[in-house]
C-alpha cells in the first residue's frame, strides 16, 4: 500500500503541478477553465482505459504468457520509474518557473489551445506511467486491494496538494519533497527489478542464477508488519535467488550514487569525463573476462555402460569411441556406426541422441535341418502350432534368420542408454508339411549352439547416474551460457551508452576553436565577409 500511494502521489503531483500552473494562468487572464478541465478528464480516461486494456489482455493469455507480459511491464515500469527520478533530480527546482515561462509563451500567443493540449499531454503521460507502475506493482503486491487504495489515496492526495499550490494556501519545496519520495522509489524500483527477474523465470525466458543465496523469512516472516514492509513494499521476497540478489544491488547502488554523492565531493566536468570512461572501459574489460573465462561446459567422464540380459544378469559392456561403438557380450565384440543420429528425449534428458542399427541377417552355420524332438524343445517343449505329427514327422528342412535392432543414446558426449532385442526366425519345410511354416525360436541345439534371442540393455543404476549427469550438464551449460554470453553483452549494453555521454561530454567541455564544426562555420562567415 506505501509503495503504490508514494506512486500516485508522485505521479499526481506532477499531473497536478502543470495543471494547476495552467489553470492559474488561465483564471488570472480571464480565461474559461472548461476547455482544460474537458482535456484533463480525457486524459485521465484514456489512462484508465490503458491500464483496464493491459489488465484484461494480460488475464486473457495463458500462464507462461501472463508471467511474459508482466515481466515485460515490469521492465518498461522500471525504465519510467528511472528516468522520472532521473529527470525531477535535475529538473524539480526550476520546475514551476519553466512551466510558468511556457505557459505564457502560449497564452501571449493569443489562444489557449496550447495550454489545454498541455494539460492533456501532462495529465496523460503521468496517467500511462502510473498505469504501467501500478499494474507492475499490483503483480508484485500480495494483496492487490491494498495496493488499489494506497494508490488512490496517493493520487487523491496528490490532486489536494496541487489544488492548494493553485489557490496559494500551500506551499511545497518541491526539490526538497521530490528528493526524499526518489530514495524510496527507488527502493521500489529494486523490488520491481526482483519480481520482474522472478516472474522471467516463470515465463522461462530466463532459467540461469537460481541458485538461493539467503534466507530472509526471519527479517520478513509471512504476515508480519515487517513481512507487509519488505515483501509487500520493497518487493524483497523471503528467499531471493542469486540472479534476484545481482539485479537488486546492481540497480539500486549505481542510481543511489548517482543521486546522494555528496555534491561538494563531486567530481568536476573534465574528471567526470575521465570517470566516464572507465566506467565504459571496466564494463567492457568486464564482459570480455566473463566471455574467455566461461566457456562450454563439459560432462563428467562416465566410461563403458554394463550390460545386461533379460533376467538382470551382467551380460557384457558397450562402449564408443569416435564414431563407432563396441558391443562385448561373452568373447564376441560386434560394432556399430554412429551415424545419422536423431535428437530425441529420451527418460528425463530432451536432448538425447539415437543411434540405430538393423541385426536382420541370415544364420548360414545352423543345421539345415530339424527333428520333431529338436524343433518342440526349440519351441519351448510344445509342439508348434499347425504341426501334426502324425502327418508331417520330420525332418524338416531349415533356414535359419536373425532379426532384431539395436539403439544407443549419447548425451553430451557419454552413453546415456543401451537397448538390443534379437530374435531367431527358423522356416521348416518338407518333413510332411503341406506348406512352410516359420516359426520364433529360442534355447540351445543339441551340438550346443545358443540362439541369438533376447535382449540386452544397460543397467538402470547407470542410466540414472548418466542422466543425472546429462541434467547437470545441462543446468552447467545455462549457467555458463548467461554468465559467459548473455551477461557480457549486457555489459556492454550498459557500456555503449557510458562511453557516449563521456564522448558528448568532452566535446562540451572543448574550447569552441577545437569542435570539428568550429571551422566550417568561420570558414562560411569569412565567405560571407567576402562577398
Known amino acids: 500500500m506505501l509503495a503504490t500511494f508514494i506512486i500516485g502521489l508522485r505521479e499526481g503531483l506532477e499531473a497536478a503541478l502543470i495543471v494547476g500552473i495552467i489553470a492559474a494562468f488561465l483564471k488570472r487572464n480571464g480565461r474559461s477553465l472548461t476547455p482544460m478541465l474537458i482535456g484533463v478528464a480525457a486524459a485521465v480516461l484514456v489512462s484508465l482505459g490503458v491500464g483496464i486494456g493491459l489488465k484484461l489482455v494480460e488475464q486473457s493469455l495463458p500462464q507462461a504468457a501472463q508471467e511474459g507480459m508482466e515481466a515485460v511491464i515490469g521492465i518498461v515500469a522500471i525504465v519510467f520509474v528511472t528516468g522520472m527520478v532521473v529527470w525531477m533530480n535535475t529538473n524539480a527546482r526550476g520546475l514551476k518557473r519553466e512551466l510558468e515561462s511556457t505557459a505564457s509563451e502560449a497564452l501571449g500567443e493569443g489562444t489557449t489551445r496550447a495550454l489545454v493540449v498541455m494539460a492533456f499531454l501532462a495529465v496523460l503521460k503521468e496517467g500511462f506511467e502510473t498505469s504501467v ?81 539467503v534466507d530472509l523469512s526471519w527479517l ?81 567422464p562416465l566410461g563403458a555402460a554394463t550390460l545386461i540380459d533379460g ?20 568373447a564376441s565384440q560386434t560394432s556399430m556406426p554412429l551415424t545419422q543420429g536423431v535428437t530425441a528425449a529420451h527418460g528425463s534428458v530432451p536432448d ?33 502350432v499347425g504341426v501334426n505329427p502324425d ?12 532379426a532384431g535392432e539395436r539403439t544407443l543414446w549419447l548425451a553430451g558426449g557419454e552413453i546415456l542408454d543401451f537397448s538390443q532385442g534379437t530374435t531367431t526366425t527358423v522356416t521348416i519345410s518338407g518333413g510332411g508339411l503341406p506348406n512352410a511354416r516359420t516359426l520364433t525360436v529360442a534355447g540351445t541345439l543339441p551340438d550346443g549352439t545358443a540362439l541369438s534371442s533376447g535382449t540386452l540393455s544397460v543397467d538402470p543404476a547407470r542410466v540414472a547416474a548418466a542422466e543425472a549427469a546429462a541434467q547437470q550438464l545441462r543446468a552447467d551449460q545455462l549457467e555458463r551460457d548467461f554468465w559467459g554470453r548473455t551477461f557480457p553483452v549486457l555489459l556492454l549494453v550498459a557500456a555503449l551508452p557510458t562511453l557516449l555521454s563521456a564522448v558528448r561530454a568532452q566535446r562540451r567541455l572543448a574550447p569552441a576553436s577545437e569542435r570539428p564544426d568550429a571551422a566550417p562555420k568561420i570558414e562560411s562567415r569569412r565567405n560571407l565577409n567576402v562577398s
Open 133 to 213: 507502475f501500478l499494474l507492475a506493482t499490483f503483480s508484485a503486491s500480495t494483496n492487490a486491494g491494498l495496493a488499489a487504495t494506497g494508490a488512490a489515496l496517493g493520487i487523491l492526495t496528490a490532486v489536494v496538494i496541487g489544488y492548494g499550490l493553485y489557490t496559494g494556501g500551500m506551499k511545497l519545496n518541491l526539490g526538497k519533497f521530490f528528493s526524499y519520495t526518489s530514495g524510496f522509489l527507488l527502493l521500489v524500483a529494486a523490488g520491481l527489478v526482483v519480481n520482474t527477474l522472478g516472474t522471467m523465470r516463470e515465463a522461462g525466458w530466463l532459467n540461469a542464477g537460481q541458485q538461493r543465496t
Open 311 to 330: 533376467s538382470g544378469a551382467t551380460a557384457g559392456t558397450v562402449a564408443f569411441q569416435g564414431s563407432v561403438a563396441t558391443v562385448a557380450t561373452g
Open 391 to 402: 502327418a508331417a514327422p520330420g525332418p524338416f528342412a531349415a533356414t535359419w534368420t536373425s
Open 220 to 300: 520478513a516472516p509471512p504476515g508480519s508488519v515487517q513481512g507487509a514492509l519488505f515483501t509487500g513494499v520493497l518487493g524483497i521476497p523471503p528467499y531471493p535467488v542469486l540472479i534476484q540478489v545481482v539485479g537488486w544491488f546492481a540497480y539500486l547502488i549505481p542510481m543511489a550514487l548517482y543521486l546522494y554523492w555528496p555534491k561538494k565531493h563531486r567530481p568536476g566536468p573534465r574528471t567526470a569525463v575521465r570517470l566516464r570512461y572507465g566506467i565504459a572501459g571496466a564494463l567492457a574489460l568486464a564482459a570480455v573476462v566473463l566471455f574467455v573465462a566461461l566457456g562450454p561446459a563439459t560432462m563428467a
Open 352 to 384: 538425447a541422441v539415437a543411434y540405430s542399427q538393423s541385426l536382420d541377417a541370415p544364420m548360414t552355420a545352423l543345421p539345415t535341418t530339424l527333428t520333431l524332438d529338436e524343433l518342440v524343445l526349440l519351441n519351448g517343449s510344445r509342439l508348434p
